[in-house]
């Protein structure tokens, strides 16, 4: 297995989308309906919206491969939380936005999340980030166990819509 892990540029959009598409609904609880995931996908994880957000300044996008087949990614929005809940819960500023971070559900357990994670951690640093907040469902049990073994400490809660249900996350920030 040889994994690969670089910056997304305008082609991968397709890519990105499809993964988008696949691992999205493993982050969400299982009460999560099919047409809200499904709207929620449609609305935010489009081609187009990746054709957006790799023309962004203000976001890495950083993309995962074992021998050419996408496998995961994560992306970093480089700007202050227009959250209420989550700029009062951060301790540590600038902070940045860890957005996303998904590894398809085959590819779990193979080292990818922690080798996207240096690289993500490595992307921020770069930009001049203090820290690394992201929000996670209370719910996801294994995303939160990775992020704790990852530095990330619980620092307060936010809501998260996903189709006409506010879910509760918890808000997680990593000081660099």
């Known amino acids: 297995m ?19 598409a696949a691992t999205f609904p493993l982050a969400c609880p299982p009460h999560t309906t099919d047409e809200a995931k499904a709207a929620f996908i449609a609305t935010h994880l489009s081609q ?33 939380p227009s959250d ?35 690289d993500t951690i490595a992307a921020a640093q770069k930009r001049g980030a203090a820290a690394v907040w992201l929000g996670v469902n209370e719910e996801n049990a294994r995303a939160n166990r990775f992020y704790e073994k ?12 996903v189709g006409e249900r506010y879910e509760d996350d918890f808000v997680r920030e990593r000081v660099l």
């Open 2 to 20: 040889v994994l690969s892990v670089r910056r997304a540029v305008a082609s991968d959009s397709g890519a990105l989308a499809v993964l988008a």
């Open 48 to 80: 187009a919206n990746f054709d957006t957000y790799l023309a962004d300044p203000a976001r890495d996008i950083l993309f995962a491969e074992i021998e050419g087949e996408a496998v995961g990614y994560t992306m970093l929005v480089f700007a202050e």
């Open 84 to 118: 209420p809940d989550v700029a009062s819960a951060l301790t540590v500023t600038p902070s940045i936005e860890l957005s996303k971070f998904y590894v398809l559900a085959g590819h779990h357990g193979q080292g990818i999340a922690s080798a996207l994670m240096t």
């Open 150 to 161: 990852n530095g990330f400490a619980k620092v307060g809660t936010k809501r998260f819509l």
